[in-house]
């Protein structure tokens, strides 16, 4: 099977640069997706890393280390729109039935205040 | 413009009635999920059709069955409702083979059985 874990809450100032963590452990590795959810919305797709190294992607940036487990998203410029539940979710290959799907974390609760 | 429709956005049903989720795309993608996301928790992956193909996951109650008639449409029947089953059901597509694996949501569907 696979796990996930992020931090619950984080809390940071606008303007602010914060860093959310998660670690898993998964057979089937394919890569790490990152993905944001506003209170009563869907999830959004923000970020993906296959191999090791940093994506940028504007104000967001995603980090992967394949060799421990882990990965980050880095969100700079804090806005008060960023206030949402981001998800890490790893990308397993599909051993019966091809494919691949998403595995997601717990979940990170970030608050941003003024 | 919308891309991947969910409807109805609330859906109340009564204990053990049995009701259907439906999920429509215009996308054109060859990938349907199903997840159930509870409150300030992961969306949990219930199955996917890759296709035609169904793939369930291991602890998906038989509970969830699911239909994909066409490309573009794809439902959730739940059989016999409990209250553990209330919850927002999301719908997400993906195109197969694409470097990314980007899924996109519906708005999702929140049932509440009474």
């Known amino acids: 099977g696979q796990s996930l874990e992020q931090p619950s809450e984080v809390t940071a100032v606008e303007g602010a640069i914060v860093q959310i963590n998660c670690t898993y452990q998964?057979?089937?590795?394919?890569?790490l997706s990152w993905y944001q959810q506003h209170d009563g919305g869907a999830p959004t797709f923000l970020s993906y890393?296959?191999?090791?190294g940093l994506e940028e992607t504007g104000r967001f940036s995603s980090f992967l280390s394949r060799s421990d487990s882990y990965g980050y998203l880095l969100l700079q410029e804090l806005q008060m729109k960023d206030s949402a539940s981001y998800f890490c979710?790893?990308?397993?290959?599909?051993?019966?039935?091809?494919?691949?799907?998403?595995?997601f974390g717990t979940g990170t609760q970030l608050k941003v205040e003024l | 413009d919308a891309m991947v429709i969910q409807n109805p956005r609330y859906q109340v049903t009564q204990f053990g009635k049995p009701v259907t989720l439906s999920c429509s795309q215009t996308?054109?993608?060859?990938?349907m999920y199903w997840y159930q996301q509870k409150s300030s928790q992961a969306p949990k992956l219930l199955f996917h059709?890759?296709?035609?193909?169904?793939?369930n996951e291991a602890d998906t109650p038989d509970n969830f069955q699911s239909r994909r008639p066409n490309t573009s449409f794809c439902f959730l029947d739940i059989r016999s409702p409990g209250l553990g089953d209330a919850a927002m059901y999301l719908c997400?597509?993906?195109?197969?083979?694409?470097?990314?694996?980007?899924?996109?949501f519906g708005a999702g569907t929140r049932l509440s059985v009474l």
């Open positions: 979710a790893v990308r397993v290959i599909i051993l019966t039935g091809g494919g691949n799907k998403l595995t």
């Open positions: 890393n296959a191999l090791d």
């Open positions: 059709y890759y296709d035609k193909d169904f793939n």
């Open positions: 998964t057979s089937g590795f394919y890569g």
């Open positions: 997400a597509t993906s195109r197969e083979n694409r470097a990314k694996n980007i899924q996109y």
């Open positions: 996308l054109n993608h060859n990938v």
